[in-house]
């Protein structure tokens, strides 16, 4: 199974970034990741939040494929514990899923069109994150799941 993180948005804070690396490295070990950075709007004082929205989603589509098991990362989603959140990627990988596809939105969230493509939706917290914040999270979980998968003594109970 490939994992591929699409972003809108870059992250600009140098430990931020420093931090995600970190744990992208960590995983290498565990299963392949891509991470896919789609630029956030220009010029976006003269749009509705709706058509920005609907930009957003149609550089998100032009990322996906037919097969791809999306996901996004949305506070209305399913919140996992760690230990659950690493049961449903082990599911994954047993079904044989071949791309595990998770989306971090932009600043106002996703259009219809992602929703409809999305095959589940995912809460990191009740609360909400900046997209920088999120990739350092989401990150982190993948990498704690894969060790517990592995059964290895990061995650502590």
Known sequence: MKIRIIYIGKTNDPNLIQLEEIYRNRLKFYIPLESIVIPELKKVKNISIAEQKEKEGAL?????HSDDEVILLDERGKAFTSKEFSSFIEKKQIANQKNLVFIVGGPYG????????ANALLSL?????????????????????MTILRGEPYHHE
């Open 60 to 64: 998100v589509m032009k990322n996906l």
């Open 125 to 145: 917290s009740k609360m909400t994150f900046s997209h920088q914040m999120v990739r350092v999270f989401f990150i982190e979980q993948l990498y704690r799941a």
């Open 110 to 117: 996703f259009s219809e069109t992602v929703y409809k493509r």
